[in-house]
């Protein structure tokens, strides 16, 4: 035989966990919707040259330099 009620230190656990799960997929849709400028400041900081350049010009500026000309149409 189980008790009916929730032990009332455990009462809000099913609440947390779907809370919890919902602030990891806010944080992948917020992850797939990243700013141009957090996208480019990651590619910079991936490419050592244009993290160097960044640290005294900035990262618009490195990026600018090292990727801006590549792009196509």
């Excluded at 189980?2 to 099913?14: G, I, Q, T, V, Y």
């Excluded at 609440?15 to 992948?28: G, N, P, V």
């Excluded at 917020?30 to 990651?42: G, H, L, S, T, V």
């Amino acid at each position: 035989f189980s008790d009916p009620f929730l032990n009332r230190r455990r009462a809000h656990d099913f609440i947390q966990a779907d809370t919890r799960l919902e602030a990891i997929s806010q944080e992948r849709i917020r992850e797939r919707n990243k700013a141009p400028q957090e996208r480019q400041r990651e590619i910079c900081e991936d490419f050592y040259p244009c993290e160097i350049y960044a640290f005294r010009h900035g990262y618009a500026a490195a990026y600018k330099h090292y990727f801006g000309r590549r792009r196509t149409k």
